[in-house]
């Protein structure tokens, strides 16, 4: 039994329970022939609060089980309060899952793990903590990150220091029992990463992807006052335990990415999933019951001039269903291309000057808007017209693109749009369109004159969802949502 969500917002090709809160990515880690994705989950509710690790598992990117919790507060424990972020490794016949113990007694939520020997579907939390001794001058300290690296295993957690610096600290370990401290990895004071953005106070969720030699730090900007900012990115390499950093970059364009977090997959790709955040009032996300998704799996790759790219793991074509924009042309004013029903996938070559237009509403007052710039050679993503529904969001959002010629793809999921420029960029937003599906796509001249166009859209296909606890009992298959 296959059953779509009756919520128009409810994503069906982007992770996420069919309700309660979800935020960060954890536990990422390909182990027994799956893609394991667990997340911060709020099973009570839709609010942050009572943190446990919800978990997933895929053999394909596609086909999803979502598994028991993995991650559950222990009443009187160490996460008495909350399992907060962390990652696993897999390592023999067993994961083993690194996490930040939140208790709301201490201001730090140091490192602790659990085990699992049956491939993820049970979990043994340690009980006490891995990692009791705090470093001197921290002031903020959580969410470890795991790689085996050589014949042992390195850590970083991420950190905000007493002296205005931000920190990804280091640890080391033979066995990934006994660990020892090493330092800042990296540690800076805030260093401007676009205009009115910095690399903040404190750094969350560190993630480190390396290859030959050469790495980037992922870190999520984390402000002791304001709390999560936005997501950078530094590239550089290694020298005797210190990350040389080049200057930091946005890893993502957008408002509502934050919490990105890597699994290094068996054929070498790093994978990618975000948190992609609500961007509509906490009374509405109350009545909707859900909160967060996961972005799609993203690969990443650090190019040579030291930029890391993204874009949708391959697999993700095979989500591809009709095809329902295929238009090229030029156009002076507006030309409707076709279209689409309320996910789908579309690419689209625009040649200067103008843009694209999703109208969701029939009298065309709702629209998300993707412009080009020419003059400031940037792409525009404006939605402050995506939401007839005043509870939501506006704002106008801007990526660098200085091609002649713009090449784009944008994954739109009922909710959420995620942009990919060829550059890497990416681009990542949520709206809340109030009128239903098929959406108008339309290509729009600018005030600068005609618009080339080539536009390609395909429905996507849901992803389907079974619940393993449910088809182990012989019930129905317990899809969430199904093709
Ligand atoms: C990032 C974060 C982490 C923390 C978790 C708690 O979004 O604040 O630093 O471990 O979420 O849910």
Redesign the pocket.
Known sequence: MSVLPADPHLPVAHLRPPRNWI??PNGLAFHDGHYHVCF?YNPYGSE?AH?HWGHFRSPDLLTWEELPLALTPTPGGEDAD?C???NAVSDGDRMVAFY?A?RTDRWA?PVTTAESRDNGVTWTPRGSLLIPELPEGATMY??PYVWREGGGWRMLV?SALADGRAAALLYESADLEQWEYKGPFLDGAPQPVAPGADTGLGW??PQYLHADGRGALLL?V?DPEL??RRTVVYAGREHDGRFLAGAPALLDHGPDL??PALLPAPDGRWLLWG?SWEARDPQWVREAGWAGLLTLPREVTLAEDGSVRQRPAAELLALRGERTVTSAGVTAGTAVLGTVGASFDLTARLERAGGLRLVTSADGAEYLDIRVDPTAGELVVDRDHASLDPRAQGGTYRVPCPEASVELRLVVDRSVAELYLPSGRTLTLRFYPTGGAPWRIEARAGDEGGLGYTVSAWNLRPHTVRCLADAAAGLTDAGLVGP
């Open positions: 935020n960060d911060q942050h943190m909350g907060f972020s962390g930040s939140f939520q959580r969410d991420g969350e969720c999520s984390w709390g999560p934050y919490a948190w």
